[in-house]
């Protein structure tokens, strides 16, 4: 899609910031067959004119942007995935230091590189450090995390990961945070968000993921669960 500078009004002019996740897929094909959006495509410059009017519009928009590309990377759901598709850390580094060209003169736009919580597979395609485009070109460093199944505690999701993250020195945020449904989630909210999160000053901030997609992550898959959020 094109920037999307009609949300300015619901954003930019509350003081709000857009956060981005830019997904590098039509969701109404099959992912794994789009070549046209692939790192070697990018690499090549076969999407510059895009990248062009983008990096132009989200100028004009002045306000504040967070701009997550190929979020999840070290997962296998995606096409940029590193184990899928031909890809490698090598590839995913020279395409995001290529998009990132784009915005050398747009101050208002932050790039967050934003790993999952797991890696799936755990190979070592899949290692951080291995994906981390360096310093220059990351402002934020994200993390995605889902509590699905086994049931694990804030700590169990998050500790390790947040621990890991901490060497790149940005500021670090919960880009994409979500509970299944479950009758422990109302304790889950209340728990992570008034105690454990004052353990980790280095996290600035969080966004949860309310969709019932693959599982019901929303705050208000149940009353107790989103009395819990707002309580929070």
């Known amino acids: 899609d094109q920037f999307p500078a009609y949300l300015a009004p619901r954003i930019r002019d509350k003081g709000r910031t857009m956060v981005l996740f830019w997904e590098a897929v039509n969701y109404n094909r ?19 004119p895009y990248f062009t009017k983008f990096a132009a519009d ?18 296998n759901w995606f096409p940029w995935g590193m184990t ?3 890809n490698t850390p090598e590839k995913f580094i020279k395409a995001w230091i290529h998009i990132h060209s784009f915005f050398a003169d747009v101050p208002n736009v932050k790039f ?9 597979p755990d190979v070592v395609a899949n290692n951080f450090d291995l994906n981390y485009p360096g310093s220059a070109y990351v402002d934020i460093v994200g993390l995605d995390a889902f509590n699905n199944t086994p049931w694990e505690t804030f700590d169990q999701m998050l500790s390790a990961e947040i621990g890991r993250l901490k060497k790149y020195n940005k500021p670090i945020y919960l880009l994409s945070l979500g509970v299944k449904n479950d009758q422990r989630k109302a304790a889950w909210i209340t728990d992570a968000f008034t105690v454990q ?7 600035k901030g969080w966004v949860w993921f309310n969709e019932n997609k693959e599982q019901d992550w929303r705050v208000n898959s149940s009353v ?6 707002k309580n929070m």
């Not at 967050?112 to 797991?118: H, I």
């Not at 999160?197 to 996290?203: A, D, G, I, T």
């Not at 107790?224 to 959020?229: D, G, I, K, R, Y």
Request: negative net charge; charged residues 20%; aromatic residues 18%.
């Open 30 to 48: 099959d992912y794994f067959s789009q070549p046209e959006y692939s790192f070697d495509s990018v690499i090549a410059g076969k999407m510059d």
């Open 58 to 75: 989200a100028k004009a928009y002045k306000g504040e942007i967070i701009l997550a590309p190929y979020s999840e990377f070290n997962g």
């Open 84 to 86: 899928v598709s031909g």
């Open 112 to 120: 967050a590189w934003v790993p999952n919580n797991d890696s799936v």
């Open 197 to 203: 999160l004052y353990k980790y000053p280095e996290v």
């Open 224 to 229: 107790e669960s989103l009395q819990a959020f």
